[in-house]
T-cell receptor, first 114, second 113 residues
Framework: KNQVEQSPQSLIILEGKNCTLQ??????????LRWYKQDTGRGPVSLTI?????NTKSNGRYTATLDADTKQSSLHITASQLSDSASYIC?????????????FGTGTRLKVLA | DGGITQSPKYLFRKEGQNVTLSCEQN?????MYWYRQDPGQGLRLIYY???????QKGDIAEGYSVSREKKESFPLTVTSAQKNPTAFYLC????????????FGEGSWLTVV
């Protein structure tokens, strides 16, 4: 069964601190993995995309890693800001050119405190 | 500005009523999607369309209907057959093809009163 699991479910950190969010997947055949940021009551926005051959990719203070062997990805947030408070969703693309689907994790809810 | 516009942002439905959520995109995307989001759950696919005049059921299509008469538009009707419609609904679009980035609208909150 294709599944994407994220941990922790929720996280509270102080402003300026770093944090790492985890995503484990059992999806086949794997195409790519994306991290989205979703502010409360708004639509998700793509942060980064990881393909099979990529290990690390950065987008400002966000750094995503991918280990295709262990089927794990992480999103590291450096020097957190209050505006980082949101849900972070891991999405894996699976399938082939003819039939494919996007499989969503349940998200990690991050709260950054002043 | 290019993007996906959903309306209304907030909608209240009485028991037994059908309601329609609007979704318009000007990104020239072929594929469009409707997702439902409930607290503590991942997004679940309701319907998707890869081309005009064609659409497919997703994982939770019962109680919903869609149409795709224009490339830019993909309205979702929540019928009275949907027994638990209170949720956050997200419309999305992407270029045609496997693994392309999905772009989301701002969402619509539907509440049954």
């Amino acid at each position: 069964k294709n599944q994407v699991e994220q941990s922790p479910q929720s996280l509270i950190i102080l402003e300026g601190k770093n944090c790492t969010l985890q995503c484990n997947y059992t999806v086949s055949p794997f195409s790519n993995l994306r991290w989205y940021k979703q502010d409360t009551g708004r639509g998700p926005v793509s942060l980064t995309i990881m393909t099979f051959s990529e290990n690390t990719k950065s987008n400002g203070r966000y750094t995503a890693t991918l280990d295709a062997d262990t089927k794990q990805s992480s999103l590291h947030i450096t020097a957190s800001q209050l505006s980082d408070s949101a849900s972070y969703i891991c999405v894996v693309s699976a399938g082939s050119k003819r039939t494919y689907k996007y499989i969503f994790g349940t998200g990690t809810r991050l709260k950054v405190l002043a | 500005d290019g993007g996906i516009t959903q309306s209304p942002k907030y909608l209240f439905r009485k028991e037994g009523q059908n309601v329609t959520l609007s979704c318009e995109q000007n990104l020239n995307h072929d594929a469009m999607y409707w997702y439902r989001q409930d607290p503590g759950q991942g997004l679940r696919l309701i319907y998707y369309s890869q081309i005009v005049n064609d659409f497919q059921k997703g994982d939770i299509a019962e109680g919903y209907s869609v149409s795709r008469e224009k490339k830019e538009s993909f309205p979702l009707t929540v019928t009275s057959a949907q027994k638990n419609p209170t949720a956050f609904y997200l419309c999305a679009s992407s270029r045609q093809g496997f693994g392309n980035t999905i772009y989301f609208g701002e969402g619509s909150w539907l509440t049954v009163v």
